[in-house]
């Protein structure tokens, strides 16, 4: 929560310094405050300036109710469906926007927050026209964010269906167990171990060696006993 009240603290400082509003929770020194009046001019006069904007401008100087022109600079009216404490939105040139989103997406510990939570940061304190396309399209295309996103389901393998054997015995799983396993006094020293994967029964069969013809003539007296599996795992 105090990461969080801190990143938007930085905000709102930083773009309030642009814009020269009088931040009365926020304390600047004598040089912050220098640098954010030079900021502030920059941001008139990139308003003025924006080719984006001038539709909006005309509809502030011929009485909108939506676009207010404040201390010279231009304003939209919030829309009842943002949480805001404001109750307008200052009006973000184009030069300004690449590094308002980049500093709204990237936090203070270096976090870095999807679309939903970038967009709302943003929309609290700014407007500018098509900005949630914008937005999506920067936390998109973020690097960081490139490297740590978990893998889209799209971009898994599709799953596919298993069979599902209901009898004991159609699907078994065989392997060799020994190596040094004592001697018996039949002279066995390994144990062929059949698992069936239906029941989870275990069948082991004690053997001399791992010759293939031993191997296989106990398997033979298996399925003789058994009936013959439909799946093997060896
Ligand atoms: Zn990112």
Redesign the pocket.
């Known amino acids: 929560m105090t990461e969080s009240r801190d990143a938007e603290t930085d905000l709102r400082r930083k773009f309030n310094e642009l814009a020269n509003i009088d931040m009365s929770d926020v304390h600047c020194d004598d040089s912050e405050q220098t640098n954010a009046l030079s900021d502030a001019d920059n941001f008139k006069l990139a308003q003025h300036q924006c080719k984006t904007l001038e539709h909006l401008w005309t509809r502030a100087r011929t009485g909108s109710s939506e676009l207010k022109i404040i201390g010279g600079l231009l304003y939209k009216k919030m829309p009842v469906n943002i949480t805001s404490i404001n109750e307008y939105a200052l009006v973000v040139p184009q030069v300004f926007r690449h590094e308002l989103i980049t500093l709204a997406?990237?936090n203070m510990t270096g976090g870095?927050m999807g679309c939903r939570k970038t967009k709302q940061r943003i929309e609290a304190y700014f407007f500018w026209p098509r900005m949630h396309k914008m937005i999506s399209s920067h936390?998109r295309s973020?690097h960081?964010?490139q490297l740590v996103k978990p893998l889209k389901v799209k971009e898994r393998q599709p799953l596919q269906p298993i069979t599902i054997r209901t009898h004991a015995w159609d699907d078994i799983s065989i392997d060799v167990l020994g190596g040094d396993l004592p001697l018996s006094i039949k002279g066995n020293k390994y144990l062929l171990v059949i698992l069936c994967n239906t029941s989870k029964f275990v069948h082991a069969i004690p053997i001399p060696n791992l010759r293939a013809q031993t191997i296989a003539t106990k398997l033979v007296d298996f399925f003789l006993l058994c009936g013959i599996s439909h799946d093997y795992t060896m």
């Open positions: 997406h990237e870095h936390v973020c960081n964010c």
